[in-house]
């Protein structure tokens, strides 16, 4: 499970990968508390791959058309998950510092983190 180990960018603290919300939710270092995020081009390659592999496993399940599409939009965050410990066995996901305007959908009174 080595390779599933994260380093914090910022202080260099080791981060259990338990300790690392998975699809990209924003988190925060438990010793220096700065803003995280696992890389964007580690989890872009994860969501191209999770699409595109429900997108082939459900045409070869005989799915068409518009059914073939929702099949794959609503199966691919099972692939997600499985390909995020596939890909992360080859390419280790590394973690960067989360900028302020990482999360465009502010709510007004949502609290600052
Ligand atoms: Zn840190």
């Known amino acids: 499970m080595a390779r599933y ?4 960018p910022s202080c260099g603290t080791r981060i259990a990968p338990k300790n690392v ?3 990209n939710r924003p988190y925060s270092c438990p010793a220096c508390s700065a803003p ?6 580690h989890m872009g390659l994860v969501y191209g791959a999770g699409l595109l592999s429900t997108f082939v496993a459900t045409y070869l399940a005989g799915l068409r058309g518009l059914l ?3 099949a794959s939009i ?7 998950l499985a390909l995020y410990m596939v890909i992360g066995l080859i390419w280790p ?4 510092l ?3 305007t990482d999360f465009p959908l502010r709510f007004p009174n949502r609290p600052p983190d």
Not at 5 to 8: F, I, T
Not at 36 to 41: E, G, I, Q, T, Y
Not at 74 to 80: D, E, K, Q, R
Not at 93 to 96: A, D, F, T, V, W
């Open 68 to 70: 073939l599409v929702f």
């Open 36 to 41: 995280l995020r696992v890389a964007v081009p």
């Open 93 to 96: 996901g590394k973690l960067e």
């Open 5 to 8: 180990v994260y380093w914090c």
């Open 74 to 80: 609503l199966g691919s965050p099972v692939a997600y």
């Open 21 to 23: 919300p998975m699809l």
């Open 98 to 100: 989360r900028p302020p």
